[in-house]
């Protein structure tokens, strides 16, 4: 069931069972049991993880596909009337990868680095929030 301690293989993250992690496991309807199967080995799992800890910042409320497309319109700076739709926003989750300048915009926005979110660990630095392993997931020699 569980992966080996000597999987050289294993990305720095799976290890931890961050608080972001888990709400998006329980956000999309899967229970800690998928946590193997959870990756983010693309844009878009990345983009959905980047998402959900915005909004865990933002005190934990829903930033809609509509919103999020407004944001980073927005942060584009409307050059040339630039239109985000929220369909386009819903497909950054599932199935679009978009241009470099969005993708800039989504990882400013989102708060991560522009190269972890278009190219995962080989491309710039993984954020905390996917890192930083909770309190109780730490090892304690006491006890």
């Not at 000597?6 to 229970?31: E, F, I, K």
């Not at 915005?54 to 944001?71: F, P, T, W, Y």
């Not at 929220?86 to 680095?113: F, M």
């Amino acid at each position: 069931m569980g992966r080996s301690a000597s999987n050289a293989a294993t990305p720095l993250w799976q290890p931890h069972r961050t608080y972001v992690h888990q709400t998006l496991l329980s956000s999309t309807g899967q229970d800690s049991g998928a946590w193997d199967d959870m990756n983010i080995d693309t844009f878009n799992s990345r983009y959905r993880l980047s998402h959900k800890h915005l909004e865990l910042s933002e005190g934990g409320v829903e930033i809609r596909n509509e919103d999020m497309a407004e944001r980073v319109a927005k942060e584009m700076g409307g050059v040339g009337g630039v239109v985000v739709s929220k369909s386009t926003a819903s497909r950054w989750k599932h199935s679009s990868v978009p241009d470099l300048a969005t993708v800039g915009a989504i990882a400013r926005v989102c708060g991560v680095h522009v190269g972890w979110l278009t190219f995962g660990e080989a491309g710039g630095p993984t954020p905390d929030f996917v890192t930083r392993p909770r309190a109780s997931d730490r090892h304690s020699d006491e006890g």
